[in-house]
Every structure is written in structure tokens, then in C-alpha cells.
């Protein structure tokens, strides 16, 4: 049961979170540094947004085994893949033909979308299960660098930007945003799910000992 719980929770939150994404894309007012890059890369290339999501994280994936010197975590491979595949359902399927012009129902769109992407990040990291090898690029730079996760998370961010704008991707006033109220919206939720997974984990313990 404690596994059926940390699924549930992982993947209902890719879920939300993937939702949360795709509504920051759709508010065309900036979108996060990787998702600019794969819509980009999308526009450029070709393939799905989606796809380029689970390219890059296959090779961040290695980018990050280089930068600590272990082996690729390939099981986080498995979330890149989910990811990818949410992303393409709600631009494909659910938003395709879907858009916004007033820049108020822009703002909107882009804040309910950072708001989601934090629902949905606080209720997935919970699991516990292997984080994406976006995620990771943080905590591998940070420990090859040695610098804190605030740098580490700006270097990364970056890494993506710089291409980004090269390719003419989607950077404007809501890539600042974004960039500064992801951390705050993940932190907002992040607290009420780690006691709600602690509370059902504790129960099912409290049932195994019973019986």
C-alpha cells in the first residue's frame, strides 16, 4: 500500500505538473528556460514538444554522471519519459487549438500555470521516486562546483537560456517570472503534502502492526 501511495502521488503529480507547464507555454508571454528551449527545438526541427523534453533529459542525464563522476541514473529516465509524454497530451490533445490575447487573460494564464507547475512539483516529490535529470542538473552542478543550490539552479537555467535565445525560442517578461516564483510556488504547497504522505504512511504502518 505504501508503494500504491508513492505512485499515486507521483503520478498524479507529473500530471498537474505537466499541466502547470503547458499553461506558462500557452500564456505566450515567456516560458520557462526548457521549456523555451524545446519549443524552440520544436519550431526549428520539428518533433514534439514532448519529445525534445525526454532528449534533453537523455542527455542531461550523462551531462550529469559527467559532472559527479558516477554512473547515469537511467530510472530517472523513466519520469523524463512520463513528462514528455504529459506534455505532448495537454499541447496536443487538450490545448491545440486553444489560445489567449489580452495580456490580463495572459497574466493569468502564466501565474495559474506556475501555480500548478508548484502543486503539481510539491505532490510529485513526495514519491520519492528518481527526480528527472532536469532536476538533478541542479544538485550535480552544485556538487561539482561546489556553489549553493541558488547559483547552481541559476547556472543551469542558463544553460538552457543561451540557446533558448539563440533559437529565438520563447523568452520574454514571464521567463523572469517564472524564474523567480517557481521556487516560492513549489514551497507554498510543499508543506501540506509532505505531512499528508507522512500521515498515510504512518497509517498504513500503524495497520501493518495491528495485523
Request: glycine fraction near 8%; aromatic fraction near 14%; charged fraction near 15%.
Amino acid at each position: 500500500m505504501a508503494f500504491l501511495y508513492r505512485f499515486s502521488f507521483f503520478f498524479i503529480g507529473l500530471f498537474i505538473l505537466t499541466l502547470g507547464i503547458c499553461l506558462t507555454i500557452k500564456a505566450d508571454l515567456g516560458a520557462g528556460a526548457w521549456d523555451a528551449l524545446n519549443v524552440a527545438l520544436t519550431e526549428r526541427i520539428g518533433l514534439t514538444v514532448g519529445t525534445w523534453v525526454m532528449i534533453d533529459g537523455a542527455v542531461i542525464l550523462f551531462v550529469n554522471a559527467y559532472l559527479v563522476k558516477r554512473k547515469p541514473e537511467f530510472l530517472s529516465l523513466i519520469t523524463i519519459i512520463i513528462v514528455g509524454l504529459l506534455v505532448d497530451f495537454w499541447l496536443l490533445m487538450i490545448f491545440e487549438t486553444w489560445s489567449v490575447h489580452s495580456f490580463v487573460l495572459q497574466f493569468i494564464t502564466l501565474i495559474l500555470g506556475i501555480l500548478t507547475v508548484g502543486l503539481g512539483a510539491s505532490i510529485y516529490l513526495q514519491a520519492k521516486f528518481p527526480a528527472s535529470p532536469i532536476d538533478n542538473l541542479m544538485l550535480a552542478i552544485k556538487e561539482r562546483f561546489k556553489v549553493n543550490l541558488t547559483i547552481a539552479k541559476t547556472i543551469g537555467e542558463i544553460a538552457a537560456l543561451i540557446p533558448a535565445f539563440f533559437l529565438k525560442g520563447p523568452i520574454g517578461l514571464g521567463t523572469l517570472i517564472i524564474t523567480f516564483a517557481i521556487g516560492p510556488s513549489i514551497q507554498l504547497f510543499f508543506p501540506y503534502f509532505e505531512k499528508l504522505m507522512t500521515r498515510l504512511l504512518e497509517k498504513e504502518k500503524k495497520l501493518q502492526e495491528k495485523f
